[in-house]
């Protein structure tokens, strides 16, 4: 009798290990050695922060090489303008529409629960508010003076500009941009094996990031404001695990069970590195082997939500807005509300090359409703573990998009969305290469 082939574990179950652990070796050396200059210099800001660092900049490394290749290949099959401007339609009104749900929904809520204490306004507060750019310039900068410099600096808007524009001309020069076509679909197989390369590489990657964040926070950062965290975070929770799947089910009539199965890697991804442009290798990849999106749709829709998306951010923002405003004893009326909801859902495509866009945003909104700036020093402690859920959201809320609109373009493929098997990434790289050179 054949002895049993021990089963290894898939990558959720070790990003899952990896995370657990590093939070738990966080905390025992903060416990065991608390203060201890050591520990400081040598595992939180040596060896986690290096690790933790590379992990992030193996993603970032690939994020430039990945969208401005997918694209290409995908703006290479639509050859017809129509359907390029339908399909940026259809992504930019549901990624306003979901957005403009998470405001209204944050605020509501927090209305309702109440999480601002007049006390705090007599903390010393600072903020230094970072100009935002004119919309004006907003829609200059789309067009790149200089794609290469576009993409040196990672300005993804500007990156998809030119690779639309570029693919666009590759499928109006005939047999020669079969040629190039052809280049670009094979560059894209390639990022596409360096991207599941690196994701046998995150749990160790993730150990160290959630090492690192236990040993440097402490529950006290954020206990003075413990109401808001938890509004914030009841919130994005809602949104991630009931408005989506009912999106996802009302226009696609697919199974959420299914996808929020199949994008927990990717969630965890998001959660972990804070970052969607960090994590969108990861997104693109799950869209197109897990839930059977086109490439010609991921590469285009995908890219375009981890520059313009923010439900996660919105959300936070409406909370926000109503927690600083019952701090200083500031009433807002209806119209203010409705003010906060516009401006913030069009700021999200407005601001959205600019760095820490969240509460550069946050601070445009304030300013339109007339409350004090300053207020978001009261909860700058906590939106460090408030971006790394609402990134996960932000992500999810894209890869709904991306499925819908599939779906709606006849771009979907329903048996790799319905397969549990698709895509999946089971014990080492290695063994991966040699399943799929077996004969």
């Known amino acids: 009798m054949a002895p049993t082939k021990k089963k290894k574990l898939g990558l959720t179950p070790k990003i ?34 290096v690790v933790g660092t590379i992990f992030i900049s193996s993603l970032q490394m690939l994020v430039v090489p990945l969208v401005f290749i997918s694209l ?23 990624y306003l529409f979901t957005t403009a749900i998470a405001l209204i929904t ?10 601002g204490n007049a006390s705090l306004a ?11 750019p004119s919309l004006a310039n907003v829609l200059i900068n789309l067009v790149p003076r200089n794609p290469i410099q576009a993409m040196t600096e990672g300005n993804m ?12 001309a590759i499928s109006h020069i005939g047999e020669r941009g079969k040629r190039v076509s052809a280049l670009f679909n ?17 749990p160790y990657g993730i150990f160290a990031l959630m090492g690192k964040l236990a040993l440097s926070l402490g529950v006290e950062t954020f206990q003075s404001v413990v109401k808001y965290f938890f509004v914030v975070l009841a919130v994005l929770i809602f949104h991630a695990f009931v408005v989506y799947p009912l999106l996802l089910k009302s226009f696609s009539g697919l199974s959420p069970l299914i996808f929020i ?10 959660f972990s590195t804070a970052s969607s442009n960090a994590t969108l290798p990861v997104t693109i990849e799950a869209a197109e082997h897990r839930l059977g999106v086109d490439n010609k749709i991921a590469s285009f829709t995908l890219p375009l939500g981890a520059t313009i998306n923010m439900d996660g951010t919105a959300i936070m923002q409406g909370v926000a807005t109503v927690f600083i405003a019952q701090v200083f004893g500031i009433d807002l009326t209806l119209t203010d509300y409705a003010m906060v909801v516009v401006t913030a859902t069009l700021a999200s495509i407005g601001t959205a090359g600019v760095p820490g866009v969240g509460l550069i945003m946050l601070a445009m909104v304030l300013n339109q409703v007339g409350l004090p700036v300053e207020g978001i020093a009261l909860i700058m402690g906590v939106d460090r573990l408030l971006d790394m859920v609402r990134t996960a959201v932000n992500v999810t809320g894209d890869s ?21 098997q698709a895509g999946k990434t089971t014990g080492s790289f290695t063994d991966q290469i040699n399943v799929e050179m077996k004969p």
């Open 16 to 49: 899952l290990i990896g995370m657990a652990g590093g939070i738990f070796f966080g905390l025992l050396l903060r416990s065991l050695f608390p203060e201890s200059s050591f520990i400081q210099d040598y595992i939180t800001d040596g060896v986690l922060h």
């Open 400 to 420: 709904v998009a991306t499925v819908v609109i599939a779906k709606s373009e006849n771009a979907f493929d329903s048996e790799v969305y319905h397969n549990t």
């Open 261 to 270: 199965r199949k994008m927990r890697d990717v969630q965890l991804f998001a």
């Open 106 to 115: 944050a605020i509501l809520v927090a209305l309702l629960i109440h999480p």
């Open 186 to 202: 094979d560059l894209n197989e390639v990022i596409m094996r360096v991207v599941t390369l690196i994701m046998q590489l995150a």
């Open 72 to 94: 290409v290949c995908g703006t290479c099959s639509l050859s017809d303008p129509s359907t390029l401007g339908r399909l940026g339609g259809k992504t930019i009104i549901f």
């Open 122 to 132: 007599s903390e010393n507060m600072h903020f230094a508010v970072k100009e935002a």
């Open 157 to 168: 808007l500007q990156i998809i500009i030119f690779a639309v524009i570029f693919g666009f």
